[in-house]
């Protein structure tokens, strides 16, 4: 019954932190990985690999997004842009190689609140296909991305529609 008890505590404490997953971390280990900031919240844990990261079912705006490379050479890169909300499109591509980090969207800055509506992602060909998902606010998972420049670039979630992301997916297929 102690045990049962425990278990219950420790699940509704990591529902009501906005735990994204068990594998969350907090330094960033994987191939591609990317942290959320998310609204009222701030910055989550890493993920990495596909793996979701941010929140579902809560109403709460994806802000930001932070991306690292771990590729093992300076040679592969990523990069990615956001569109927010009142905004539209980033009008550059940010972009990291091996070890280094990139920031698309806003944190929540006073008279630049836009919740991200969608991004788009390329990564150099070096290194493989972008794949990834996004959860969008009264929809849920999107059927997939969309591509462009021959499958280097995807795009993730919507544009147009008004439609606040809550949490994603990327990697590298």
Same mark, same amino acid.
């Given at each position: 019954m102690t045990r049962t008890l425990a278990a219950l505590a420790l699940t509704v404490a990591a529902l009501a932190t906005g735990a994204t997953q068990a594998s969350a971390r907090s330094a960033p280990t994987g191939f =591609?990985?990317?942290? %959320?900031h998310v609204q009222n919240i701030g910055w989550m844990d890493w993920n990495c690999d596909g793996?979701? %990261?941010?929140?579902r079912?809560? %109403?709460l705006n994806l802000e930001a997004?932070? =991306?690292h490379v771990n590729s093992g050479t300076d040679s592969f890169k990523v990069c990615a842009k956001a569109h927010r909300s009142n905004y539209g499109w980033?009008?550059?591509?940010e972009c990291a190689s091996n070890g280094h980090d990139i920031q698309i969207g806003t944190t929540g800055t006073i008279g630049y609140y836009n919740p991200m509506e969608a991004m788009r992602v390329y990564f150099d060909v070096s290194m493989g296909t972008p794949d990834g998902n996004a959860y969008v606010r009264n929809i849920g998972w999107l059927p997939g991305p969309t591509f462009y420049n021959y499958g280097?670039?995807?795009e993730i979630g919507t544009t147009g529609r008004g439609i606040p992301m809550e949490s994603f997916w990327i990697k590298s297929v």
């Open positions: =591609i990985c990317y942290q %959320a793996e979701w %990261a941010g929140t079912d809560r %109403a997004v932070r =991306i980033d009008d550059h591509y280097g670039t995807m």
